[in-house]
């Protein structure tokens, strides 16, 4: 005991602390790089997780916008002025109410249809967000029970599985989907179902990382050893362990997914006329871009404050809950 | 494993990358129904039918028809012929193909000579304004969907302004935008990267012994530091390179840029299915070489990653 408290008393009298140096600080400190720590450098650790813990800013920030958006396309039919899809020639191009010539009865001015555009951006809204969240869900629904085959399995169909998705990931996604939508036919379920499985991979690679290593874990052998099926085990021992990563990396993949849907309905391959889409409006908007800017800007604002919410929101969700998975930023 | 195994493994991942896809195709097309009435116009007879299927060999049992298909793409590149312009598939795409490098380069270019710097410099001063601004740059950099900064950048620079052209490739000057367009991503990681490498680096304890012997920061950053820096940085500029190629559909509808992107989205209206399928199996080769030429510049600076 005497013995110990020399040791930590002179490991302690060696840090920067006892030295009266300020303290470099380090977001995510290697613990193989760092000798035992000492009592200061444990008490600091601690203190750090608890500073990360807290919920900051920027999380606060991009969780009231999230929060905005959902609602905005929960409640667009009581919120939307018009309808989406109702056309009124005399009002073609009216510009935003704050310009000459707008008016209050269309915020954020008509489009070449003479549709009210805050309408069509509001119903828009519910279509990233349904894309959007049933493709994270497929792909990870998908990507976690591939990746916990190939981890448990192993043998020919885990390698067949991971060589699937490193061929997937070899490959630019958004050519392989207008492939896809060129035998088709564009057209809402394709366009999830395309989504959905661009994020298989991510999902698997982690899961079966994850399973490979809980695998040898004790609690896992114990189950095993006692006569735990299969199964059992994956259900009732390791999936559960994986909920944290997975959620994780759905929030990351749920911004990429939007983006996708966006980018395929702004070439005309995604949401066909005429249902509102953020990406379609930015589309159809651009010819007529040298009269009524309002048309193509507006949506172009939404698709980007969403996805800077959700990245944000999904990068903080990582590092508070799982720092491992810095590198699998999309 | 020795390099010269390593490289052999990559090479076999690479063809079996392209044989997946080529399967993929070759049977998307057989299970989505008849291809010859999916290539002919609604106002095709029986007879042009009958016509194009003994024509496509589309008579003959599948799996004659995979072997065909597959050797014909791989080792002719020969892809059909153009429903629209009456010239081989593979000679249309080829045609676009110097735009796309072009423009591709240009950004793999400015991705580089921007973000790199901009990424030292923010490390260098790291926790001041500059700092700040470089990293919030690069935030908004990388959540912009490319086709939306093409957009406002036409309607500002090109529209309001005046100042630059922006539709089509028919002087340099048409190159500025849409290059910009399809680099700002590049160029927000490749700063948010380079920034986060050197901060990696500057605490390791050869730059104590760099500071200690008596070299400026100036000389340690740039002797020491740098180097060390380098390694996931050129990783990541090989998978950007890539993307680059792959990913410049929307920025070259935006500008109208002559490429093979805009070639493969104009041909899926024009239903010219031969011609997308050509772009599609041409984009994954192209990618499926730089994906290996990477990995094995890769393997051969950093030894320790042949064994993972």
Same mark, same amino acid.
């Given at each position: 005991m005497a013995a110990d408290r020399v040791a930590v008393d002179r490991l302690a009298a060696d840090t920067p602390v006892a030295r009266g140096e300020p303290v470099p600080v380090t977001r995510r400190p290697h613990a193989t790089e760092q000798p035992a720590p000492s009592l200061e450098q444990v008490a600091q650790l601690v203190a750090r997780r608890r500073r990360t813990l807290r919920i900051p800013g920027v999380a606060w920030a991009s969780a009231a916008l999230l929060l905005a958006i959902v609602l905005a396309a929960i409640f667009a039919p009581a919120l939307a002025p018009q309808s989406p899809y109702e056309q009124s020639l005399l009002d073609r191009l009216t510009p935003p109410a704050w310009q000459p010539g707008g008016t209050w009865a269309r915020p954020l001015g008509a489009d070449d249809l003479g549709r009210d555009v805050l309408s069509r951006l509001l119903y828009g809204s519910r279509i990233s967000l349904l894309v959007g969240f049933s493709a994270a869900l497929i792909g990870m629904v998908l990507g976690t029970s591939l990746g916990l085959l190939a981890g448990y399995l192993g043998g020919v169909v885990g390698d067949t599985i991971m060589l699937l998705a490193d061929a997937q990931l070899a490959l630019p996604f958004l050519v392989l989907a207008i492939g896809a939508i060129a035998v088709v036919g564009p057209s809402l379920g394709l366009l999830i179902v395309l989504a959905g499985i661009s994020g298989w991979t991510s999902y698997a690679r982690v899961t079966r990382g994850m399973v490979l290593s809980l695998s040898e874990q004790e609690f896992v052998v114990a189950a095993r050893a006692v006569g735990a099926s299969t199964t059992r085990l994956l259900v009732r021992h390791i999936a559960p362990?994986? #909920? +944290?990563? #997975? #959620?994780?990396? +759905?929030?990351?993949?749920? +911004?990429? #997914?939007i983006l996708l849907e966006s980018t395929l309905s702004f070439l005309g391959l995604g949401v066909q006329p005429p249902d509102p889409s953020w990406g379609s409006m930015l589309g159809a908007g651009r010819e007529y871009l040298n009269t009524?800017?309002?048309i193509s800007v507006f949506p172009g604002l939404a698709l980007m404050v969403t996805i800077l919410a959700v990245s944000l929101g999904g990068d903080w969700l990582r590092d508070a809950l799982d720092p491992t998975l810095a590198h699998e930023r999309l | 494993m020795s390099l010269s195994a390593f490289v052999l493994r990559r090479v076999v991942r690479g063809i079996f990358t392209l044989w997946l896809v080529v399967t993929v195709v070759f049977f998307a097309l057989r299970l989505s129904g008849d291809p010859a009435t999916l290539l002919l116009s609604d106002s095709a007879t029986a007879d042009d039918v009958a016509r194009l299927r003994e024509q496509l060999g589309l008579n003959q049992p599948l799996p004659v028809q995979y072997a065909t298909f597959f050797s014909r793409v791989l080792l002719g590149a020969d892809f059909g012929q153009s429903l629209q312009r009456r010239a081989p598939a593979g000679a249309v795409v080829a045609e676009r193909i110097p735009a796309t490098l072009t423009l591709a380069l240009a950004a793999f270019a400015l991705t580089i000579l921007v973000g790199i710097p901009a990424g030292i410099a923010a490390a260098v001063r790291r926790n001041t304004p500059l700092d700040r601004l470089a990293m919030t740059g690069a935030l908004l950099g990388q959540v912009t969907p490319n086709f939306f900064l093409g957009i406002v950048l036409v309607l500002v620079v090109g529209l309001w302004l005046r100042w630059l052209p922006t539709s089509g490739d028919a002087t340099w000057a048409h190159l500025i935008l849409p290059a910009l367009t399809l680099s700002a991503y590049g160029i927000a990681s490749?700063?948010?990267? !380079?920034?986060?490498?050197?901060?990696?680096? &500057?605490?390791?304890?050869?730059?104590?012994?760099? *500071?200690a012997k008596g070299l400026s920061e100036?000389?340690?950053?740039?002797? *020491?530091? @740098?180097?060390?820096?380098?390694?996931? &940085?050129? !990783?990541?500029?090989?998978?950007?390179?890539? *993307? @680059?190629?792959?990913?410049? &559909?929307? !920025?070259?509808?935006?500008?109208?840029?002559?490429g093979v992107g805009r070639l493969a989205v104009q041909s899926i209206f024009l239903r010219d299915y031969p011609v997308v399928q050509a772009v599609v199996l041409t984009i994954a080769g192209v990618y499926v070489a730089i994906n290996l030429l990477v990995d094995v510049a890769y393997g051969w600076l950093d030894p320790k990653i042949r064994y993972t």
């Open positions: 362990n994986l #909920v +944290a990563t #997975v #959620v994780v990396l +759905a929030t990351l993949q749920l +911004a990429s #997914v009524a800017w309002w | 490749m700063a948010r990267l !380079t920034r986060s490498a050197l901060l990696d680096v &500057v605490r390791k304890d050869y730059m104590r012994t760099a *500071h100036r000389a340690a950053i740039s002797r *020491h530091a @740098l180097r060390n820096a380098a390694i996931p &940085v050129v !990783t990541v500029m090989g998978i950007q390179l890539g *993307h @680059l190629l792959g990913g410049a &559909v929307a !920025t070259e509808i935006v500008f109208a840029w002559p």
